[in-house]
């Protein structure tokens, strides 16, 4: 059973999560009005990545005997300056994120909850990935500088990105189930 601290500090990351799937549309909206349709898909893809990581940590809290609830998400950022400003910015959420997830590991460890210690492993490593993700693609849009014929290359590269529901993801939608 979860401590009320460690419930709370759970759903807060539920709902960091869910502004971080928020963001990342918004980015990708800007990003829309820029031409670079790659790019948009990578974004929208890292959404779909930031709500699962929302629905799995909603769905650990329950099963840990906790109750999930729901905040307001705040409302992102809609302008960038460039391309290179979003790409910087996604480094700099993820690294957000990941000093979230060792606070709730350091939480975790205060309560004495071991199982929710190591549950959060998943999302440390998670993070090292994203962190990896991002500055590769922090790199490449530095790398294509203003040039529109190596933007387009990045964008064709980002736009390759794919996405499947993880199998410990269950949705359901009246009869229709999707795994």
């Known amino acids: 059973m979860l401590s009320q601290k460690m419930e709370k500090a759970l759903n807060a990351q539920v709902n960091a999560e869910l502004f971080s799937s928020y963001l ?3 980015m990708g909206a800007w990003l829309d009005t820029r031409k670079l ?28 005997g ?4 729901m905040d307001a ?13 979003v790409a910087e910015g ?5 690294k ?3 000093g979230l997830i060792k606070g709730l590991v350091k939480v975790a460890q205060e309560e ?14 998670e993070q090292v990935e994203e962190e990896e993700s991002a500055e590769e693609v922090l790199k490449k849009v530095k790398a294509a500088g203003g040039d529109p014929q190596a933007m387009a290359e990045v964008d064709a590269e980002l736009g390759s990105r794919t996405f499947k529901i993880p199998r ?3 949705i359901k939608f009246r009869n229709v189930t999707f795994k």
């Open 90 to 94: 996604i480094l700099e959420h993820e």
């Open 112 to 125: 004495k909850d071991a199982a929710t210690e190591q549950y959060l492993a998943w999302y440390i490593k």
């Open 24 to 26: 990342y549309l918004s």
């Open 168 to 170: 410990d993801i269950e």
């Open 37 to 64: 349709p790659g790019f948009v898909y990578w974004m929208k893809t890292q959404a779909l990545e930031e709500l699962y990581h929302a629905v799995k940590l909603f769905d650990y809290i329950r099963a840990a």
């Open 66 to 69: 906790g109750r999930a609830t």
């Open 73 to 85: 998400i705040a409302k992102p950022e809609t302008e960038w300056a460039s391309p290179l400003a």
């Open 96 to 98: 957000k994120v990941t």
